[in-house]
């Protein structure tokens, strides 16, 4: 598999020319930069540069990289991805946690007391283990579910979300930052070769090699009991886990999303007596 090359495709087709100062006009067969004028732009040779992308110079210094990555406007993220693609830097080995994926102990405990919706994923998006209230905000929050594939498989996940369109679009991009370490893994593969024949939005979001490091931030839902939430996304490490994140749900104190979270706490304890 020629994963730089396909890298660099993908990016190179997303760059408007005139982003990078390159006169409009002129027929273009396809979208993006031509290969000669990321070549040009980055100061190397275009031989060179198609080399890369045939795959037949997979060590390219890591000034080279970065001066690709700039004519393909790259933020950090996606730069660091670039070059751990070649070796440039060195790629984190995914520690391989022994009898699947066990979460710590203590882990498990602190989602059982913490009140809050909460969870723990593997690098795929497996979850591994999930409180009740994180099942009650969703039904495919819960152990055994991958979230990716119920996020564009499961129309009741989708419908869970109203800015579903934009969500998914960080949500793959921080999948493939996520799985970067372990490239070779054959669940990994199994699971993308799946959701590219169930879902042409994520074959197309994923052909875009879009890569954002994983992170915390607002998420908006439409729950079927309590009306719509605004709450606050937060990811943490579990340390020496390899790879797992513990991922809680909060909302602003006194909000009106803060008592609908309580009151989906108390329908979701009523509904276990």
């Not at 970065?66 to 751990?84: C, K, N």
Request: no cysteine.
């Amino acid at each position: 598999m020629n994963a730089l090359g396909e890298y660099l495709r993908a990016r190179r087709a997303l760059v408007d020319p005139a982003d990078v100062g390159l006169p409009p006009g002129g027929v273009r067969r396809t979208p993006g930069l031509r290969r000669e004028e990321v070549a040009t732009l980055a100061g190397i040779s275009a031989d060179y540069y198609l080399r890369l992308e045939q795959g037949r110079d997979r060590n390219p210094s890591a000034q080279v990289l970065e001066a690709i990555a700039r004519v393909l406007r790259l933020d950090s993220a996606a730069t660091h991805y670039l070059l751990g693609l070649t070796g440039a830097v060195a790629r984190p080995r995914p520690s391989r946690p022994s009898r699947r994926d066990a979460v710590p102990a203590g882990i498990r405990q602190l989602i059982d007391v913490v009140g809050l919706p909460a969870f723990v994923e593997n690098r795929r998006y497996d979850v591994l283990a999930a409180n009740r209230l994180a099942t009650a905000l969703s039904p495919a929050i819960r152990a055994g579910e991958n979230r990716l594939r119920s996020t564009f498989l499961d129309d009741a996940e989708r419908d869970l979300y109203p800015d579903w369109d934009t969500a998914i679009v960080g949500m793959v991009a921080a999948f493939r930052s996520s799985v970067a370490a372990d490239p070779d893994d054959p669940a990994l593969a199994r699971l993308v070769g799946e959701l590219s024949l169930g879902s042409e939005e994520f074959r197309r979001l994923w052909a875009r090699h879009d890569v954002k490091l994983p992170a915390g931030g607002e998420a908006r839902m439409r729950h079927p009991l309590v009306g719509p939430l605004t709450l606050r996304r937060e990811k943490l490490t579990v340390g020496d886990s390899g790879g797992q994140l513990l991922v809680m749900y909060h909302a602003e104190p006194g909000s009106e999303s803060a008592r609908s979270l309580a009151l989906l706490g108390s329908l979701a304890a009523s509904a276990e007596l």
